[in-house]
């Protein structure tokens, strides 16, 4: 066969102008959109937590043992592959039921396509990967919804279960939690790399391994009352994930950033000046909330607020606690979870060190 007759490989990043969670909206201007939405609204008290924490899903509760967790959340591809492009998605999507304790019980698919500009085959294949995931999961992807659209999108609704008494909120760090990441970060850096084709083969290698590693240490979590917050470190990057924390609770973090587990190819890169556009929109944001070194090397300063996919739990737990939370972390695969800060009382900035 001609080689020059075979089909051009398809690069699903060409179709989109943005990819992963670096597609969120800024979180300031996502904060003036929705400041008057709900003003009226019914909240009945069966909701245990609706949008007024900016927390990670909406938990209602059914009865005295069970609550409803329930999430959503879809984007454009972040790598070319597209069978790694639906696990990834799913797996970020399915994060949020665990942010909140909850165990996944099903999911629905959200598909938005170029019809005629795709093959059918590479659709095919974008929600396979995402099914294997739900599968590693234990849980089915019982439907969906599909459209036509100007680029690929793709992602999850994801359900879960949870009891009301162990739903775990991101507005409830007390002062001198300890703060624990679950995976390290890096991930926008290296999406950015991959943009423009220049990630090296390891660094796809970490970047896989980061963004489709399930964050199953959730719904253990959720049985320890010493755990008294958490959430995910998704788009908004580490500094705005926590600083949700901070307000929250009506209080500050101190972070350590030597103690920050970084993916090595990501810190790498960020030393070579890769960066996301989403990571200045993010921290125009918020900046002015976060007290920096005035010697931080821009890099590290890039870092802080770099969007990540598919992010490790964010968890702020009881100091006598951290030896039983890294346990958990590390008996379900999480081998660089580590101690990162801590929380104290005063204004709702983080401090780092």
Known sequence: ???????????????????????????????????????????????????????????????????????TDFFMPIVDDAFDFGRIAATNAISDVYAMGGKP????????MPIGKLPVETIQQILAGGESVCAAAGIPVAGGHSIDAPEPIYGLVALGIVHPDRVKRNDMARAGDVLVLGKPLGVGVMSAALKKGELSAE????MLASTTQLNTPGCRLAEMSSVHAMTDVTGFALLGHLLEICRGSRMGATVQFDQLPFWSVSRELAQQGYAT???????NSYGHDVVIPAHMPDWQHKLLSDPQTSGGLLVACAPEAV???????????????????????GPAKVTVR
């Open 1 to 71: 066969m001609n080689d020059s007759l075979a089909p051009a490989p398809i690069h699903l990043t060409e179709y989109s102008h943005g990819g992963g969670c670096g597609c969120k909206i800024a979180p300031a201007v996502l904060s003036k959109i929705l400041a008057n939405s709900g003003a009226a609204r019914l909240l009945p008290p069966e909701l245990l937590v609706g949008t007024e924490s900016s927390d990670d899903a909406a938990v209602y509760k059914l009865n005295d043992s069970q609550a409803i967790v329930a999430t």
């Open 105 to 112: 019980i099903f999911a629905l698919a959200i598909v938005g």
């Open 203 to 206: 660094g796809y290698r970490q």
């Open 277 to 283: 556009g989403a990571a200045e929109r993010n921290w």
């Open 323 to 345: 030896d039983e939370v890294l346990g958990v972390f590390r008996s379900e695969g999480f081998d660089q979870a580590c101690v990162i800060g801590a929380m104290h009382a």
